[in-house]
């Protein structure tokens, strides 16, 4: 199993920036797909940004360019790094992680979730 916490969220004028942190703990292999997922009030929970085992990255097309994912393999953390945010960034930013299939290949379920950190932009 893999427990997750989620740091680093705050509030921000637009075009500001923010650094989300996730310290993983657990069993933790070479095999984990992580990914960043946000829910906003009223919305579906959607995928940001994915990290896949071969650290291979993945964003969704509305964060393309202004976040980046990565990851710090001595400090067991995944980090979250927003640029240029933008109101609708609002929402609840969650840390996901599952095992990866044979092959590396991360399906579209996560398991493992952090509590969340909420991250706030005002115009």
């Known amino acids: 199993q893999v427990q997750l916490l989620e740091s680093g969220g705050g509030s921000v004028q637009a075009g500001g920036s923010l650094r989300l942190s996730c310290v993983a703990s657990g069993y933790l292999t070479d095999h984990l797909c992580l990914a960043w997922f946000r829910q906003a009030p009223g919305k579906e929970r959607e995928a940001v940004a994915h990290m896949y085992p071969d650290d291979n990255t993945n964003y969704a097309d509305s964060v393309k360019g202004r976040f980046t994912i990565s990851k710090d393999n001595d400090k067991n953390t995944l980090y979250l790094e927003m640029t240029s945010l933008k109101p609708e960034d609002t929402a609840m930013y969650y840390c996901?992680?599952?095992?990866?299939?044979?092959?590396?290949?991360?399906?579209?379920?996560?398991?493992?979730w952090g509590q969340g950190t909420q991250v706030t932009v005002s115009s």
């Open positions: 996901a992680a599952r095992y990866s299939s044979i092959g590396y290949y991360c399906g579209p379920d996560y398991y493992y």
